[in-house]
């Protein structure tokens, strides 16, 4: 098995910690787990930050691309800019779903826009398999 990146090893410490808080249970704990990311973060963060060998990372408003990017953070990056733009002035806290059964799924972006409840605001990232030659077998 190769060794894992650096940001690898990180998202692996920050899962372990949070999985030793929560087990070893008491309020204390609990309040200072609470501080750190999800497994379900983790991942998020993980699978951003690191491209398959042959994937890019679509960003799209509904069914309009915005761009498309090497990387998954880049691509967020642009859809969390571009609902800035279309809201100028407000609050924004955004997240982005990431399926952990299903990478390949858009991941879906949620926002709170001035206090309002988190909902999703109709951006994604769509992963890509780009496919390096032409295969009959698996072409349509």
């Known amino acids: 098995m190769p060794?894992?990146?650096s940001?690898?090893?990180e998202?692996?410490?920050l899962v372990q910690?949070?999985?030793?808080?929560?087990?070893?249970g008491g309020v204390a704990v609990l309040a200072a787990s609470q501080a750190l990311p999800s497994a379900t973060q983790v991942y998020a963060m993980l699978v951003a930050r690191t491209s398959a060998?042959?994937?890019v990372f679509r960003a799209q408003s509904g069914s309009v691309p915005l761009g498309t990017y090497s990387s998954g953070s880049a691509?967020?990056?642009?859809?969390?800019?571009?609902l800035a733009?279309?809201?100028?002035g407000s609050e924004i806290q955004a997240d982005w779903y990431v399926g952990i059964s299903e990478p390949e799924r858009p991941w879906v972006l949620l926002a709170r826009i001035n206090g309002g409840p988190e909902r999703p605001v109709g951006y994604e990232v769509v992963p890509i398999d780009v496919a390096v030659e032409y295969d009959p077998l698996t072409s349509a």
Do not use: G, K, M
């Open 7 to 9: 940001h690898e090893r």
């Open 3 to 5: 060794e894992p990146l």
């Open 11 to 13: 998202a692996l410490l």
């Open 75 to 82: 691509a967020q990056r642009h859809c969390e800019a571009d």
């Open 53 to 55: 060998p042959h994937r």
């Open 17 to 24: 910690l949070a999985h030793d808080s929560f087990t070893r």
């Open 85 to 88: 733009d279309r809201h100028p």
